[in-house]
């Protein structure tokens, strides 16, 4: 049974740092390449960063880069998204999400990122 679970979300002050971690588990994540995507209370969803199977290639949303790193441990099938300089426009419910094709197959349950002083 495939399953992603994020964890590490929290409140936090402008400018401070977070990091999440989504562990797979079902399938081997070395296999897929993956996304972080979140959502803004009251707005849609927004993809935030992509990274491939490897980890060698990483893409990130404008908003983010230079502040978040996307980063993966295949032999802990972990994916990980390191936040800093964080903003009040950074809050969000974040995902990680399985990519399949052009599309997503799998979500996790998201985790709650609060920026806020």
């Known amino acids: 049974q495939v399953q992603l679970v994020e964890s590490g979300g929290g409140l936090v002050q402008p400018g401070g740092s977070l990091r999440l971690s989504c562990a797979a588990s079902?399938?081997?994540?070395?296999?897929?390449?993956m996304y972080w995507v979140r959502q803004a209370p009251g707005k849609g969803l927004e993809w935030v960063s992509t990274?491939?199977?490897?980890?060698?290639?990483?893409y990130y949303v404008d908003s983010v880069k230079g502040r978040f790193t996307i980063s993966r441990d295949n032999a802990k099938n972990t994916l990980s998204l390191q936040m800093n300089s964080l903003r009040p426009e950074d809050t969000a419910l974040y995902y990680c999400a399985r990519v399949w094709g052009a599309y997503t197959d799998y979500w996790g349950q998201g985790t709650q990122v609060t920026v806020s002083s």
């Open positions: 079902g399938f081997s994540l070395s296999d897929y390449w």
């Open positions: 990274i491939n199977t490897g980890g060698g290639l990483t």
